[in-house]
């Protein structure tokens, strides 16, 4: 049962354009995360949020910026795509005392 | 270097045959994870085993902390084990391995 939502499931765009990702978890979780696997399947984490807060800022370019309306809400803007950006973007939440993160079924970005 | 290894890359077997996956990582590690992702992305969490052998269906998993490896079994095999089998260890964020990609035959 899908409990991490995300959308769009796959974006086209070009070079310089502007994107946004959401991410919506119904489980109630404290913390979410953003991962990009790229072409060799490798998952690096981006970005988590707790509460409201970022906790986890990786050395990630600064076109790309975490949103959060809400601790189920946690969208990823980027303000000008390059090509290397041609990813799939992973969405997760965990809840508080847990040790498994929940995993949204992906954004697929390719950028021409 | 990479902090998390996974060997094989590749394996292909017949169904009925058993999988024999290893995970090393270069780090202490309070907690590690075995995923797997389908064919189609989705993510989902197998296993959570720090130390010891954990069995979970038809999954086993060995982790032997002091050496640092893990190993996933997948026994009988099925044609809808294929897919990609990936590691993690905990760091206070999720490290990653490059994952095993499985196929099993009909």
């Known amino acids: 049962e899908t409990a991490v939502f995300q959308t769009p499931n796959y974006h086209v765009t070009q070079v310089g354009n502007e994107v946004s990702f959401n991410c919506k978890q119904t489980?109630?979780?404290?913390?979410m995360y953003w991962y990009k696997q790229d072409s060799k399947k490798l998952l690096k984490i981006m970005f988590s949020?707790?509460?409201?807060?970022?906790?986890v800022n990786e050395t990630v370019p600064r076109r790309f910026s975490p949103q959060s309306s809400d601790k189920a809400h946690l969208n990823l803007r980027i303000k000008s795509v390059e090509p290397e950006d041609s990813a799939v973007y992973l969405c997760?939440?965990?809840?508080?005392?847990?040790?498994?993160?929940?995993f949204g079924p992906g954004t697929r970005l390719l950028v021409l | 270097g990479q902090q998390v290894q996974q060997s094989p890359a590749s394996l292909v077997l017949q169904e009925g045959e058993n999988a024999e996956l290893q995970c090393n990582f270069s780090?202490?590690?309070?907690?590690l994870q075995w995923f797997y992702q389908s064919p189609g992305g989705s993510l989902v969490s197998l296993l959570s085993n720090p130390s010891g052998t954990k069995h979970t269906g038809r999954l086993t998993s060995t982790t032997v902390t002091k050496e640092r490896r893990s190993s996933l079994h997948i026994s009988s095999s099925q044609t809808t084990d294929s897919g990609t089998y990936l590691c993690a260890i905990d760091q206070g964020k999720l490290i990653f391995g490059q994952g095993t990609k499985l196929s099993i035959k009909p």
């Open positions: 997760a939440s965990l809840g508080v005392n847990q040790d498994t993160q929940y």
């Open positions: 489980l109630g979780h404290d913390t």
């Open positions: 780090s202490t590690a309070t907690q």
């Open positions: 949020y707790n509460n409201k807060q970022l906790i």
